[in-house]
């Protein structure tokens, strides 16, 4: 049983910053304990569908879609099965619903290629967190 939990949502003006906490677990175990996964964020902005924010395999390689290089940094504390997703100069565009989702069976890439499309039928997800950047 896969478990994770978003946390650090919130509101922020437009240019400020937040950072999310995903805490991860499967089968009671830390995903430490497993040599080949991959992890990651994203989003669901109300009327649009569910996309990929950053991606990280269990070789510590990262993915981003193009609208959040520069401004955002994916990273985990492997020993505390914790990831984040630091988020800066936010965006009114940014406002979402953020997800934590995490796929077993993948390293890095080309897998991470893949998993910053996935969609919402596959994988393991998180209930989300909502960030809502003011104007």
């Known amino acids: 049983q896969v478990q994770l939990v978003e946390s650090g949502g919130g509101s922020v003006q437009a240019g400020g910053s937040l950072k999310l906490t995903c805490t991860g677990s499967?089968?009671?175990?830390?995903?430490?304990?497993?040599?080949?996964?991959?992890w990651g964020w994203f989003r669901q902005a109300p009327g649009n569908e569910r996309e990929g924010v950053a991606v990280?395999?269990?070789?510590?390689?990262?993915r981003y879609t193009d609208s959040v290089k520069g401004r955002f940094a994916i990273s985990e504390d492997n020993a505390k099965s914790l990831l984040y997703l630091q988020m800066n100069s936010l965006r009114p565009e940014d406002s979402a619903v953020y997800y934590c989702?995490?796929?077993?069976?993948?390293?890095?890439?080309?897998?991470?290629?893949?998993?910053?499309?996935?969609?919402?039928?596959?994988?393991?997800w998180g209930q989300g967190t909502q960030v809502t950047v003011a104007s």
């Open positions: 989702a995490a796929l077993f069976m993948c390293r890095g890439e080309p897998d991470l290629k893949n998993m910053i499309h996935l969609k919402p039928d596959f994988g393991f």
């Open positions: 990280l395999g269990s070789d510590g390689s990262t």
């Open positions: 499967a089968s009671g175990r830390s995903f430490s304990s497993y040599t080949t996964y991959c």
